[in-house]
């Protein structure tokens, strides 16, 4: 499969068939993990086109902006998906770690390793393979990323499927106007990457899309995606 495909309707044809394949390859073994942020629609949209039954894995961090869930609720219907997983943190954990809720703010890898990570780990347990919505272009340490992960020991022995990594902004954008689907809300307020509300800001003009994640810290991504057992 070519990694760029200036052809918008290549790109689709390209992206349905490593979905397919995924599916094939995995059958009832793989989950989709999506933020339902600000680009989610146009990869969950394909996939409930090939099979709705998809399980897909939301973390319901506790720390989410009102929009996301409310988002979250509005897509899964528009698109009838029949398996969102709401994973939250384990409340002992939660417990003894955060009582306040306040980790972010002390220590957000500590935080999102409590509330994402672990939580992650264990809702793809069950999983040979997965599939991530990233994309090249969202910032420096994601430029190289490939269509297909192979299995890593570090991240549980599963494949990870990223099969929009070569998509720009415009053509998910356009894809998801092409399909009527709605925006997130927050995305017209300048928000390009949305996670956890204490911890997500708009982007400004020039700046990575990631930039408003952890702004002002020297992070740049939760762990999901280079620390799971």
């Not at 409590?114 to 040979?128: D, H, I, Q």
């Amino acid at each position: 499969m070519p990694d760029s495909l200036a052809d918008p309707a290549a790109a689709l044809t390209e992206t349905h068939a490593l979905l397919r394949r995924a599916l094939a390859e995995h059958p009832g073994r793989i989950a989709a993990v999506a933020s339902f942020g600000a680009e989610s629609a146009v990869l969950l949209a394909l996939l409930a086109e090939i099979d709705p039954a998809v399980p897909v894995i939301f973390l319901e961090t506790g720390q989410h902006f009102p929009e996301t869930l409310a988002y979250r609720a509005t897509l899964a219907d528009r698109l009838g998906l029949r398996d969102v997983r709401d994973i939250v943190p384990g409340p002992a954990a939660l417990a003894a770690a955060d009582p306040e809720g306040a980790l972010w703010y002390f220590d957000p890898d500590a935080c999102c390793a409590l509330r994402k990570v672990a939580p992650l780990a264990a809702a793809l347990a069950p999983f040979g393979a997965w599939i991530s919505g990233r994309k090249r272009r969202q910032s420096a340490n994601r430029a190289a990323l490939p269509l297909v992960e192979p299995p890593d020991p570090a991240q549980g022995g599963r494949i990870k499927f990223n099969p929009l990594a070569f998509w720009s902004a415009a053509m998910v954008e356009a894809e998801r106007e092409r399909r009527g689907l709605p925006a997130h809300p927050l995305a017209a307020r300048g928000y390009k990457s949305i996670g956890c509300a204490p911890c997500t800001n708009p982007v400004g003009a020039g700046e990575d899309e990631r930039a408003g994640r952890w702004a002002g810290r020297p992070k740049s991504e939760c762990g999901i995606h280079g620390a799971l057992a």
